[in-house]
Nanobody, 107 residues
Framework: QVQLVESGGGLVQPGGSLRLSCAAS????MGWYRQAPGKQRELVAT???????NYADSVKGRFTISRDDAKNTVYLQMNSLKTEDTAVYYC?????WGQGTQVTVSS
């Protein structure tokens, strides 16, 4: 399995921005998922080698997923954050999961 190391979570006010990073081994399929308290884990965004992306409707236009294959790293730029974006965010790469990083959006 691929070992994943996430970083970049934290507390931000509504309307603010955060950038998540996840370092992994060379991977074809990478993505971000999130799980809010009392809810199921849900897809946020995915990206495959070559650059094709997919986003949840709730984050389209606000979040951007990208990858740097030279660094085996996937990023999630989150702008215009809302309170409903509060969750633990998990990195995913080729059947492996990161440990999760907390994102809290609150005034």
């Amino acid at each position: 399995q691929v070992q994943l190391v996430e970083s970049g979570g934290g507390l931000v006010q509504p309307g603010g921005s955060l950038r998540l990073s996840c370092a992994a081994s060379a991977s074809i399929f990478m993505g971000w998922y999130r799980q809010a308290p009392g809810k199921q884990r849900e897809l946020v965004a995915t990206i495959v080698r070559g650059g094709s992306t997919n986003y949840a409707d709730s984050v389209k236009g606000r979040f951007t997923i990208s990858r740097d294959d030279a660094k085996n790293t996937v990023y999630l730029q989150m702008n215009s954050l809302k309170t409903e974006d509060t969750a633990v965010y998990y990195c995913y790469a080729d059947d492996s999961w990161g440990q999760g990083t907390q994102v809290t959006v609150s005034s």
